[in-house]
């Protein structure tokens, strides 16, 4: 005979499953650091007279109004609103709630309203020149955020972002001058990117070398290689080697003719145009497609994957030779749209600010794609910003993109954890 006892839960304690929510403070504590600090300088600095923004273009055919606005009061009413959006964040972090994406972006667009009306007081703001300034200038970040997300998901560490962005400009100028076609100069470009990434997936993958020192020293080899080659063989040779035709804008008919939206996005070069499908195939193929399936299991854990019959090295070797031709294309932006010749170190470390998109959009391809216009927006302010006489510091313009990085990445983007496997070598066996 046998006897059933029930079992008796502690005091205090239940059957049914609890879920911990962390949520992070970082959030509202950046919120109110931007928020104090558009006060001070409003408060500190007063700006009299009107700021216009202008929506239209001297070649748009349905043209929009300016507005203006009082420079002062418009920034303090806009420290207003930050102040409520900082409240409301405090109050969802007080309920272990996060705080929504769309009250960030409600934030930095009244943090971004306030910040010009105050700094373009008595001048205007050319709001449509800005915005599609921005997103050219965006156009290598964007392509090498795609290439760091790739190679990341795959397991792989891309420090060398910004070595394929340098090779890819290196090869677009020789290889367009020669063949006197810039689509010839962007094919250029990519090869360049996927032989720079092929040799990190060589020390990386197949020798197991610290992928972040393979990445770094192939940023300098770059830099040195190109450096050197520039002066030896470009500077001598500019007519035949150093003047690639350039891939000019070109105007989409009827949507190019759409107020604001129509010059922005609609009225680029045909590489911005080639950027557009470039993140819709990259975001499909990573999440909707067998291949991007098994780039996401050999980035998380490639052991499990190996198991079920997928080749994990033979992923990541393709992955990231993929990947290395995106970011080489973008490579292709500054001498073939930006400049039209290449020069010494003429990426700046845009490689290191993609690297930075790639944290801050949590190794999505859409975020990631975000978080890049973002930082284009911040380096293209600082010119705008520049040629209308702002009374901000020429200092502090020229940190702009940097500070942007540092604050997104640091206080904005949260917890965020990357792919579990990235950066380890995968042993077999």
Not at 243 to 248: I, M
Not at 393 to 417: D, H, K, N, Q
């Amino acid at each position: 005979m046998s006897t059933t006892i029930p079992s008796v839960p502690a005091p205090g304690v239940t059957d049914q499953p609890q879920v911990i929510t962390l949520v992070s403070k970082k959030v509202p504590v950046m919120y109110a650091v931007l928020t104090l600090a558009l006060a001070a300088a409003v408060g500190f600095s007063s700006q009299a007279g009107d700021t216009t923004f202008r929506l239209a273009t001297r070649h748009d055919v349905y043209k929009l109004p300016a507005i203006t606005v009082p420079a002062e009061a418009t920034a303090w009413v806009m420290v207003a609103l930050m102040s409520l959006c900082t409240a409301e964040s405090v109050r969802r972090y007080r309920a272990r709630r996060t705080t929504p994406l769309w009250l960030t972006a409600v934030f930095s667009v009244v943090g971004m309203t306030g910040f010009l009306s105050w700094a373009a007081a008595g001048g205007s703001i050319p709001v449509v020149g800005l915005l599609a300034g921005a997103l050219t200038l965006a156009v290598p970040l964007v392509f090498g955020a795609l290439g760091g997300v790739l190679g990341e998901r795959a397991g792989v560490v891309n420090i060398a972002i910004d070595g394929q962005l340098l090779a890819g400009a290196f090869a677009a100028a020789i290889v367009g001058s020669i063949a006197g076609s810039a689509w010839a100069g962007v094919l250029g470009a990519m090869a360049a990117g996927a032989l720079v990434a092929l040799v990190l997936g060589v020390f990386a993958i197949t020798y197991f070398v610290d992928q972040v020192i393979v990445g770094v020293v192939l940023n300098v080899l770059v830099i040195g290689f190109t450096s050197f080659m520039f002066s030896q063989v470009l500077a001598p040779n500019t007519e035949s080697l150093n003047s690639p035709p350039r891939l000019g804008p070109v105007a989409i008919p009827v949507l190019g003719d759409i107020p604001v939206i129509g010059p922005i996005f609609f009225r680029q070069s045909p590489l911005v145009y080639l950027l557009y499908v470039a993140v819709v195939v990259v975001a499909w193929a990573l999440y909707r497609t067998r291949w991007g399936l098994r780039v996401r299991a050999v980035g998380e854990h490639p052991k499990a994957a190996d198991t079920v019959g997928i080749n994990v090295v033979r992923t990541r070797y393709r992955t990231v030779l993929i990947a290395g031709a995106i970011a080489g294309a973008g490579g292709a932006f500054y001498t073939l749209v930006s400049v039209q010749q290449f020069n010494r170190e003429m990426t700046g470390g845009a490689g290191y600010i993609a690297l930075a998109a790639v944290i801050f959009g949590k190794w999505d391809p859409i975020r990631a794609t975000l978080a890049a216009l973002l930082f284009g927006f911040a380096s293209n302010l600082q010119g705008v910003l520049s040629v209308i006489g702002s009374p901000v510091p020429s200092e502090f313009m020229l940190m702009l993109p940097y500070v942007v990085t540092i604050f997104a990445v640091a206080g904005l983007v949260g917890r965020s954890r990357g792919p579990a496997a990235v950066g380890v070598p995968y042993r077999k066996g």
